[in-house]
């Protein structure tokens, strides 16, 4: 595919444009300036965030310009949800937040995928403008009866909590983004998911209202899994980009457990796999569905695209550790502790016999039953099969000093730890 919006159609990156066949001939004709906003509504960005950073990476490596901003004036605002008021974190909180998503956004746009990207934070032209000018120079150009029609306001007005000015303004802020990029740097295009239209159509009627020019607005789709329910989350959490917040071992297994009637449609959305290689993976995961080939692939991608290879290494290791016929020696401390950290398990010390730490651990409910596992070659300490009742437990069975790795049977596992 020689036009770059039909590979991102194909991918399923694209839901809504202002005007596909402008957007199309603007992008053929290019290089176009592009941008996409973070806000740092939390610590860290997120699955929903990875979509734009992938889709930016796309369009970098056609050609053009790509500008990551970070939101240190919107998100001190707060883009305003459906269901109630954002808590307003303090400047200091947003400024912290805001160097941390600043060096996502760097480590995933690179000048290794083509014209090195900008890195913007939209504070920077923000702050200095002052509570009038403001209002006399961009409040006049916004009608509050198209403000109120935004899908987040609308619901809100309904609600008995109605909508505060301070959110109602979001709008506004975000727009200005756009026109400064506009002026800037000649930023014709801003990419956001498909419910930050609303928004992003507000920046593409401002700079028309200002500058008479022309901008385009593309937005990505929702990503579900085949009963309609959101991806993005794990056991109730959110995904998220930071390492501290969800491990690599955590982030390598979420991709991992995808199931079958998604796998393909994420792997086109998150990975530079060719249409050829897709079709390859479509087929084996109709017909070779156990080997689960596109999840590893998947799983293995996404993961180095985030964290590293040296990250999905040890995350691979670990997987194979716990749950097929790999070396838990080999990890790392912090791999072990991340790949440990669900297991149930309880507390050891170098000398306890293998029998007592079983029962410790909880894969056994009395010393006989242990000796049962043992007798019967279904026990492991670190992948190792024990066959004597009264062999303890060494410094070395502790990896690191700290955990040693029980397993009954093929999938009974645990995590017994000093002290």
Known sequence: MTDILDELTW????????????LRDALAAGPVTVYCGFDPTAPSLHFGNL?????????????????????????????????????????EQTAQDVERIAA??????????????????????????????????????FRVNQMIKKDAV???LESEQGISYTEFSYQILQALDYLHLYREHGCTLQTGAQDQ?????????LVHRVEGGTAH????????????????????????????????????????NVEDASVVS????????????????????????FRRAAQRLLAQDVTTLVHGEAATAQAQAAS????????????????????????PGGAGEVGDTVVDALVASGLVESRNAARRAVADGAASVNGEKVTDPERVLTQEDFLHGSTALLRRGKKALAALRRG
């Open 266 to 289: 994420l792997v086109k959305i998150f990975t530079d796999r060719t249409p050829d290689e897709v079709a390859e993976l479509e087929r084996q995961v109709r017909d070779e569905p």
């Open 217 to 256: 607005a593309l937005t990505t789709p929702l990503i579900t899994d085949s009963q309609g329910r959101k991806f993005g989350k794990s056991e109730g959490n959110a995904v998220w980009l930071d390492p501290s917040m969800t491990s690599p071992f955590a982030f390598y297994q979420y991709w991992l």
């Open 11 to 22: 991918r399923g990156l694209v839901a809504q444009t202002t005007d596909e066949q402008a």
């Open 320 to 343: 194979a550790a716990l749950f097929g016929k790999g070396d838990v020696r080999v990890l790392d401390a912090q791999t072990l502790a991340d790949a440990t950290a669900e297991l």
């Open 51 to 91: 979509v734009q950073l992938i889709l930016l990476r796309h369009l970098q490596r056609a050609g053009h310009k790509v500008i990551g901003l970070v939101g240190g004036s919107t998100g001190l605002i707060g883009d305003p949800r459906p269901t109630s008021e954002r808590v307003l974190k303090t400047k």
């Open 154 to 156: 609308a619901a809100r």
């Open 197 to 205: 239209w609303g928004n992003i159509t507000a920046g593409t009627d």
């Open 104 to 141: 996502q956004v760097r480590r995933i746009l690179t000048p290794e995928d083509g014209e090195p990207p900008l890195f913007v934070n939209n504070l920077d032209w923000t702050a200095p403008i002052s509570a009038l000018d403001f209002l006399r120079d961009y409040g006049k150009y």
